[in-house]
């Protein structure tokens, strides 16, 4: 990646946070992270307690871009058809048509996941990884580009459905949004008291200059000594004793273009091992599972995953290609 080509991606995205920035208080750590996952055509999760602004948080991204979008919200008496869409005969034609569902849509949020059954939630295994859904033996490819945002509450767990690992690991990353802090609940209150509702946000970036810029992410240098970093980050969770189950190299691909999608985001065309050490946490603690004994111990995914990124070895700074 040139050095032009990364100061278009750094400029695109701080117009984006501006954009967002007219509705989401703070959180610029998350907005970072999600416009990281963008420039990635990842799949996010975004889970937090409720009234945090996660769903919220979705809505302005997609509003922000220039895509079609559509909210499904998941329910338990969701059926997959109403995700993926349906053939319909039609009496005039005399034949069955096709009427393509929400999720054929370039952003969709998936509101609330978790309260949607096994069958439902499935619907959208196919379309996450291969960008395409099958109904009734034919294949239908989805727009590009092409992101699912979705949103669940790990705290309220009657009538929901938890994600099987396999579905987890479908999502680039996932964000926990967390609690204002004092100042930041002031703006909310004083910002939100003077409007009647959520301001119209305009489009920063067009369908096909967010498809360049995702192109051009994937140009970014990575070192040899920083990806060598990166597969060592993962690996580690596979051997650790607390983790049962280890990041797939589903998430090792995850993380090497999340870290050049963060460096291109800063104006740099090079990664460096911090690129990879903050996302690390986001892209890795959803994929593993911990050992029924640690969990007893009442140690989270976090503190362990968090633990496995800081006993890695972090090589010297990368530098731009010679």
């Known amino acids: ?11 695109v995205t701080t117009r984006l946070k501006a954009t967002m920035g007219q509705v ?53 008496d969701l059926l997959p058809s109403d995700v993926t869409g349906a053939s319909i005969y039609n009496l005039r034609t005399q034949d069955f048509e096709f009427r393509p569902g929400p999720v054929l849509s370039q952003v969709v949020l998936a ?22 859904v099958t109904v009734d033996g034919v294949t239908y490819p989805a727009p590009r580009p092409f992101m699912v945002l979705a949103t669940q509450n ?25 609690y204002p802090d004092e100042a930041e609940e002031l703006e909310i209150v004083a910002r939100f ?6 301001p119209v ?14 192109e051009e992410c994937r140009g ?10 990166i597969v060592r980050l993962v690996r580690a969770t596979r051997t650790h004793p607390a983790i049962e189950l280890g990041a797939s190299p589903r998430a090792t691909l995850a993380l090497t273009r999340g870290a050049q999608a963060l460096a291109a985001m800063q ?35 976090d503190d362990i995953v968090l633990e496995v990124v800081n006993s890695v070895a972090v090589p010297l700074e990368a530098s731009a290609p010679r």
Not at 1 to 11: D, I, K, P, R, Y
Not at 155 to 174: K, M, N, V
Not at 202 to 211: D, F, G, H, R, T
């Open 193 to 198: 008291r003077q409007q009647s509702r959520t």
């Open 24 to 76: 989401i208080v703070g959180k610029h750590d998350a907005v970072e992270l999600l416009l990281a996952a963008l420039l990635c055509e990842g799949h996010v999760l975004i889970e937090d307690v409720p009234g945090i602004g996660k769903t919220t948080l979705a809505k302005v991204l997609a509003s922000s871009l220039g895509c079609s979008f559509q909210r499904i919200q998941f329910t338990p």
């Open 220 to 229: 970014v240098f990575l070192e040899a000594d920083v990806g060598e970093y």
């Open 154 to 178: 790990p705290i309220e767990l009657e009538g929901t459905f938890p994600l099987p690992e396999a579905q987890l690991d479908r999502f680039f990353l996932r964000l926990r949004m967390g």
């Open 267 to 301: 104006g740099r065309g090079f990664v460096t091992p911090d690129d990879a050490k903050r996302l690390a946490p986001h892209v890795l603690a959803h994929r593993v599972l911990l050992d029924p004994q640690t969990q007893l111990r009442g140690r989270t995914v």
């Open 1 to 11: 990646m040139t050095e032009a080509q990364a100061g278009n991606v750094a400029a």
């Open 111 to 132: 509101d609330e996941i978790n309260r949607a059954t096994p069958r439902t939630q499935s619907a959208l295994l196919e379309i996450m990884e291969e960008r395409q």
């Open 201 to 214: 946000i305009e489009p920063v970036v067009s369908a096909e200059a967010l498809m360049a810029l995702q």
